[in-house]
C-alpha cells in the first residue's frame, strides 16, 4: 500500500502527539503528581513510580519513528512497530493494575484519567501497528 504525503503526515502529528502527552505525563508525575495520580495509596504509588522508564522507552520509539519516517528511512517500519508494541505491553500492564484494584471505578472520577489513558493508548498502539504492518513494503523500500 502507498503512502500518500497526508497519511504520512497524519501519522506523524499522531507520534508527536503522543510524544508530548508522554513527557507532560512523567513530568506530572514527577513533579506534580497530585495531578495526574488516581490513588495515594503505597502500592499505587510504587506500581506507578515504575512507569518513568518504560515510558521513556516508549517515547524513544515515537521520536525514532518520527523521524525515520520523516527522512522515509526503511527503519521508521522497526520504530513503528516497536513504539506500537511498547503501547499494547504497558496498556497490557497498567490496565491489569487498574482492573484488579478497582482504579477506573474511584468515587469522585479520579480514575476516569486511568481508562482514557488506556483507552488513548489501546487506541493509539494498535492504530501505529495496522498502520505500519498494511504498508510494510512501501516502507521498507528506501
Known amino acids: 500500500m502507498e503512502i500518500s504525503e497526508g497519511s504520512r503526515r497524519r501519522i506523524v502529528a499522531v ?5 508530548v502527552i508522554t513527557v507532560s505525563y512523567i513530568l506530572l508525575w514527577l ?14 504509588v510504587e506500581f506507578e513510580n515504575s512507569f518513568p ?32 508494541g511498547a503501547g499494547v505491553y504497558l496498556l497490557g500492564i497498567d490496565s491489569l493494575y487498574d482492573l ?3 482504579i477506573w471505578w ?6 476516569l484519567l486511568e ?8 487506541i493509539v498502539s494498535l492504530g501505529l501497528l495496522r498502520w505500519a504492518w498494511r504498508r510494510r513494503t512501501t516502507l521498507l523500500t528506501p
Open 53 to 84: 522508564l518504560a515510558d521513556t522507552w516508549l517515547l524513544i520509539c515515537l521520536l525514532g519513528a518520527t523521524v525515520t519516517l520523516l527522512a522515509r528511512r526503511p527503519s521508521a517500519l522497526l520504530w513503528l512497530l516497536a513504539g506500537g
Open 15 to 19: 507520534l508527536l502527539v503522543s510524544a
Open 100 to 102: 484488579e484494584n478497582g
Open 31 to 44: 513533579f506534580a503528581r497530585d495531578v495526574v495520580a488516581s490513588e495515594t495509596r503505597a502500592g499505587y
Open 115 to 122: 481508562l482514557a489513558i488506556n483507552l488513548t493508548t489501546l
Open 106 to 111: 474511584l468515587p469522585g472520577g479520579a480514575g
